[in-house]
C-alpha cells in the first residue's frame, strides 16, 4: 500500500512539474513580446480588407488599418508591415533601362505640323457643333413647347381647390357621356335586354311602349322607341323671340293702352339710365378657361390618375374639414395630386379586402346551407348584406353619421388643448405653462447610437517605415568601384546611340505618314474641282 500511495505521488508531483514549466515558458514568452497568435496565418478576407484599408489609409497608421480589418490589433499589423518591406528588399532587381519604351524627341518643324492639324480639325469640329446645335434646335423646338406645356400643366394641377374639383369632376362626367362602348345595332341592344328581362317586367316594358305610342298618335309627335323610361312630366317649350310687329286683331283700347305706356317709356327714356356693370369670371369658370387654355381634357386627367374618385363629393369634404378643424391662420383650401393618388390606392386596397372577404363569406355561406331542406337559393350572386358583413368585419363604419361622430370623437384639436387668445393674453410673459415645461433645461445636440470610432477615442498612432531608420552610409558608399562606373557609362552610352536610331526611324515614319496624307487630301480637292467644272 505504502509502494502505490508513492507511485501517486510520484506522478502527481510529476504532473505538477510539467504545468508548471509550460505555465513559465508561456509567461516567459507572453512577457518577451512573442505569443501564439502571431503565428495564425492571415485569411483571404482579413488580407483583402488589409489591402483596402491600405490603399485608403497609409503604411504610417497602422491603427486605422487595424480597425478597418476589425479582427487584428495594431501589434499585428505593424508585423505584417515589417514582413512586406523585408520581402520587398528581396525581391528581383528591377529590369534593365533597355528594355523600357523610350520617349520620343520630335524637332520644331514637325510640332508647328501638329499645330496646323491641330488647328484645322478644330474648326471642322467647331463646325460640326454648329450644326448638330442647329439641327438640335430644330428637333427641340416642338418638344421643347411640349414640356412647357407638361410643366404649365403640372403647376396648375399642384394645388387642387374645389373649384378645380368641381371642373375635373364635369371634364370627367362629359368624357364619359361622350364615350360609350360600341355596339353593333339598336336591335341587338334591345333583343338583349328583353331577353333578360323577366315575364312581368317584359308585359310592363311592352305595355309603356303601347301607350307611349298611343299619346304620340293624340299628339301627332313621334313615337319615342327607348325601351327605358323617360323624365316625368311635360317637355319644356322652347322659348319664343318677342315679335317686332303687333298682331292685327289688336283692339283700340290696346292700342289707347299701348300710347300711353309709349309715352310713360319716352319718359323714362328722357331720365339718365345707369352704367350695368359687367361682371366678370367666377372662380370656377376661370379654372374652365385656364384648362381649356392648356389642353387639360379627359385624357390629362386620367394620364395622372385623377379619374378614380368622384372629386366634387371630395372638394365639398374639403370645405366641411375648413369650416370645423382648419386654422384660422393657415386655412386649408386645396389638396395636391399625390395626396388624391393615396387615397385612391388606400381606396384600392379596401375594395380588394372587400371583395376577398365577401367571396370567402358567400362560399361559406353556400357550403353551410346547401344541403338545408329551406334553402333555395343556387345562385352564387353576392348580396348587399354580405358586402356589409365583410366591411364590419375589417373595423370600417358604414354610415356616414358614424364615421362623422368617429371624426369628432378622435380629434387630435380637442378643447382642453387648445389656447384661447383670452389666456395668451392674461399671460404676463405672453407664454403658456405648457411652454414654459417644454423650455426647461438646455437643448442637447442628438447623439447617434452607433460607437464612437477609433479616430474620435484615440490619439493618431503612426508608423515609419523600416527604411527611415536605415544608416545614412548605405545610401552612398565611400568607395566607389571604378570598373563597375565604366562598365554602366558604357552601357549608357550605347543605349544612348540605340535611342537615337530608334527617333530618326521614328521621326521618318511620321513625315511619310504627313506626306501621304496632304498627297491624299490634294488628290480629293482636285477631283472635287473638276467635278465641279464638269457640272
Known sequence: MQDENQTDEAETLDTNTNRCEEYLGLLNSHLSGHDEDDEIDWSEDEKDRFFAALSSYSVLRPDLIAEAIGTKNVAQ???????????????????????????????DEWLEVEEEQAAFFRDIELAWRRDMLIQDQEISESSRENVNITNMRTDALRNLSIDHLKVIDKILRNDGAQTGTPTSSATDIKSQVIAELSPAERRRMHKRLH????????????????????????????????????????????RANSDESGEEKSADDARPKKRQRKRGLTREQKVVANFSQLGIDAGVVHDLKLDSLHLHPLGRLIALYQEAFSPAEAPVTAISPDTIRLLDAVILDFVTQVIHRAIILREQELLLKRRTKAWHDDTKDISPDIIARATAMLGYLTSKAQAFEHLCGKDDCSADDQVLPEQL?????????????????????????????????FPPLIRLPMRCFESTETLMPVE????????????????????????????????A???????????????????????
Open 77 to 107: 499589423v505593424c508585423v505584417y508591415l515589417s514582413v512586406l518591406e523585408a520581402a520587398t528588399r528581396n525581391c528581383d532587381a528591377e529590369p534593365p533601362r533597355s528594355n523600357l519604351d523610350i520617349a520620343m524627341e520630335v524637332p
Open 211 to 254: 301607350m307611349r305610342r298611343k299619346r304620340a298618335e293624340m299628339a301627332g309627335t313621334g313615337v319615342v322607341t327607348d325601351a327605358q323610361r323617360l323624365q316625368r312630366g311635360r317637355k319644356r317649350k322652347i322659348a319664343q323671340a318677342p315679335s317686332s310687329s303687333r298682331a292685327p286683331s289688336q283692339s283700340a283700347s290696346d
Open 425 to 457: 393674453d392674461d399671460d404676463p410673459e405672453g407664454r403658456s405653462e405648457g411652454a414654459d415645461d417644454r423650455d426647461d433645461g438646455p437643448v442637447l445636440p442628438l447623439q447617434s447610437s452607433s460607437p464612437l470610432s477609433h479616430l474620435e477615442l
Open 480 to 511: 566607389t568601384d571604378e570598373e563597375l562606373l565604366n562598365e554602366e557609362l558604357t552601357e549608357e552610352e550605347e543605349l544612348d546611340e540605340q535611342d537615337q536610331v530608334s527617333e530618326k526611324i521614328h521621326l521618318d515614319e511620321l513625315w
Open 513 to 535: 505618314a504627313h506626306k501621304q496624307s496632304m498627297a491624299a487630301c490634294s488628290y480629293e480637292d482636285n477631283a472635287t474641282a473638276r467635278g465641279q467644272k464638269a457640272d
